[in-house]
């Protein structure tokens, strides 16, 4: 199994881009998936999940209104739309699939697999 995120960059503040993660051998209909964000000497920053159960979609407060995360199952694919950037959103992008994701979190269980992430900067 092997995600690869990509789509990572610099842009300005109040700019917007698109992350994309490709998910291999995973039938994402049955995952659940996450993006998530670490920033140099900060902890792991859950970012935005799609629950197995009911498919619903968890923001992070930090985020909620700004960013859109999105699946495409046919695709194995997974978005995440980040309008109205913010200098503090400089991080390392990560994407994830695990096999149980919490309604209403990012809270994860058992087996879970990782991209190797793709660096995002807010500067002007």
């Known amino acids: 199994v092997q995600l690869q995120a990509s789509g990572g960059g610099l842009v300005q503040p109040g700019g917007s881009l698109r992350l994309s993660c490709s998910v291999s051998?995973?039938?994402?209909?049955?995952?659940?998936i996450g993006w998530f964000r670490q920033s140099p000497g900060k902890e792991r920053e859950e970012i935005s999940c799609?629950?197995?159960?009911?498919?619903?979609?968890y923001y992070a407060d930090s985020v909620k209104g700004r960013f859109t995360m999105s699946s495409d199952e046919a695709q194995r694919a997974m978005h995440l739309e980040m309008d109205n950037l913010k200098p503090e959103d400089t991080a390392v992008y990560y994407c994830?699939?695990?096999?149980?994701?919490?309604?209403?979190?990012?809270?994860?269980?058992?087996?879970?697999?990782w991209g190797k992430g793709t660096e995002v900067t807010v500067s002007s």
């Open positions: 994830a699939a695990f096999d149980t994701v919490v309604v209403g979190s990012c809270r994860y269980y058992g087996k879970q697999y």
């Open positions: 799609i629950s197995t159960s009911d498919y619903s979609t």
């Open positions: 051998e995973l039938d994402l209909h049955y995952y659940g």
